[in-house]
Structure formats: structure tokens, C-alpha cells
């Protein structure tokens, strides 16, 4: 480092500190749910990549304290972990006081944390139904009404919701998970319009079937929907969501002919598109 300062006249070497600071000023943060795991763990991959530093929020104490060893190493990054179940009321509040305590600042919120349920409504266990709607409607939204007056201020802020296919249609016998990704899709889409000219960014993703630990936690296991065709990875899914992101995109659906279903949708009759998506998650 001697030999190197050396080199440099004193200007010079106060404009070298001036782009050093300017960089650690420029440090960004991301918050990713649902980290442990799928999805959620190859976005926070990303962002290590890229030189952010994480947040990552997940009720697996073990696996993140694994990974935010891991990630440091590997990256050189701050990982802080939030054990941290957002099914439960009042996690997402409890988040963001465990951050503003340690004055972190968000700059990119990533709500992927959410599962599905399998199943005749009226068969369905009622807490498992409302943890569902607890985590994927709930802490979801609430999470970007507490990061969002901050992300404006500072003039930048991207946000990233994990919505599906599901979105643009019913579900039966999925019907509340449907019912719940069309909240997502719709809610991104207005907030997406009323920030505009902000310096901040809401992106929806929208997928179809993917690798993920999901259709396990919804007994989706022998559907036709995960039986045919090639289903996308995590990894390549977290990537095209994270592309999109960073260019601002609202509605984002990964595949050609899941751009096409999307659209379809909305001009077949409802009760057809209703019948057709019953079919579509039926067990063999």
C-alpha cells in the first residue's frame, strides 16, 4: 500500500478517498423472505454477487445461521439474520424495529416468504388458511408500507413481490392460495402506478411451476400441474425476477407460453377458465 500511495500526488489521494467513500456510501441492502430456502436463497445469492448487503428473514434459525457464514465468506458482504415466522401477526412490524434499531437501511425488499394449501375449501384447517393469508397478504403489504417512506426519501428503492400464474385466474381447490395471488398482482400493480417519477419500483413476478419446496408444503407433489413439461429452477427464476426488477418492470411472467395463458385468461369465459384450472391441479 506504501509503494502504491507513493505513486500518488496529495490530490490525487484525496480524490482515491473521495470514490472510496462515495462507494461505501453507495452500499445497498436487500431484505429477501423466505431466505432459507427455493427462491428465496438463490435471490440472496444474487445479491451477494452483486455486492449487497442481506437481510434474510425466515423462521429456520439454523439454515440462515449457515448461510450468513457462508455468504461473508463468500461474498465479503453483511449478512444480518431475522428468525422470524411472517405467519404470525405482528412479525412484520417486529422486522422493522429489529432494523431501524440497528439503522439499517432497505433498498431493495424482496417478499417471497409464502406457501400454498391443497384441498377442498371446506375441508381445510382454518389456522393453516390464516397463516397463509398472514404471510402472503399481511406481512407482505405491510413490509412495503414501512420500508416504502424511507425508499422514497432516499429517491431509490427497488421492491420485488413473488406472486404466480395463479394470479389471473380461480383456484379451485386451491381457492384461497388463488384468491391471495390475485391480491398480490392487483395491490403491485396500483402501488407500481402511484410511485411513478419517485426513484422507486414495484415488480410482481408471476411464475408457473417451479422446482421449489412449494408444491411439498401444498401436496402438490402428484398434480398435473408439476407432471408436465420442463419446470423452471429456482435459480433461473430468481435471476429472470431479479433482471426485470432492475429495469422497473411491473408484471413480469417468465415463459412464452405462460405470457400467452396469461392473457388468454381474460378473454375465455370465466367459468371455463375456472373448470380448466380445477383440471390443471387435479391429482393423477
Known amino acids: 500500500m506504501f509503494l502504491i500511495i507513493q505513486e500518488f500526488d496529495l490530490p490525487a489521494i484525496n480524490h482515491y478517498c473521495i470514490i472510496l467513500e462515495i462507494h461505501t456510501v453507495m452500499k445497498r441492502t436487500a431484505l429477501i423472505t423466505g431466505a432459507s ?30 448461510f450468513k457464514l457462508k455468504m461473508e465468506k463468500q461474498y465479503g458482504v453483511i449478512v444480518y439474520n431475522i428468525d422470524k415466522d411472517l405467519s404470525m401477526p405482528n412479525a412484520a412490524k417486529e422486522v422493522y424495529n429489529e432494523l431501524r434499531h440497528k439503522k439499517v437501511h432497505i433498498d431493495f425488499l424482496i417478499n417471497n416468504a409464502g406457501f400454498g394449501d391443497f384441498g377442498l375449501f371446506v375441508d381445510t384447517n382454518w389456522d393453516k388458511q390464516l397463516q397463509m393469508i398472514n404471510s402472503n397478504i399481511i406481512s407482505l403489504t405491510y413490509l412495503i408500507r414501512l420500508f416504502l417512506p424511507e425508499m422514497i426519501e432516499e429517491k431509490y428503492g427497488r421492491i ?19 384468491a ?10 396500483a402501488i407500481a402506478n402511484e410511485l411513478k417519477g419517485t426513484g422507486v419500483t414495484v415488480t410482481v413476478l408471476c411464475p408457473g411451476a417451479t422446482q ?26 430468481a435471476m429472470f425476477g431479479y ?42
Open 180 to 189: 391471495i395471488k390475485a391480491y398480490v398482482l392487483s395491490f403491485s400493480e
Open 160 to 178: 420485488l413481490n413473488v406472486a404466480s400464474m395463479a394470479s389471473f385466474q380461480p383456484g379451485p381447490t386451491m381457492s384461497v392460495y388463488f
Open 212 to 237: 421449489s419446496g412449494f408444491k411439498d408444503a401444498a401436496a402438490l407433489e402428484e398434480s398435473k400441474l408439476f407432471k408436465g413439461g420442463r419446470i423452471v429452477t429456482p435459480k433461473e427464476f
Open 243 to 284: 433482471r426485470k426488477m432492475m429495469k422497473g418492470t411491473t408484471v413480469v411472467v417468465p415463459g412464452f407460453v405462460n405470457k400467452i395463458m396469461s392473457r388468454l385468461v381474460h378473454f375465455a369465459p370465466r367459468d371455463v377458465v375456472t373448470s380448466i384450472a380445477k383440471k390443471k391441479l387435479k391429482s393423477k
Open 37 to 66: 430456502s427455493g427462491v428465496g436463497l438463490e435471490f440472496a445469492h444474487i445479491f451477494a454477487s452483486k455486492g449487497a448487503n442481506l437481510v434474510l428473514v425466515d423462521h429456520s434459525r439454523e439454515k440462515l445461521g449457515e
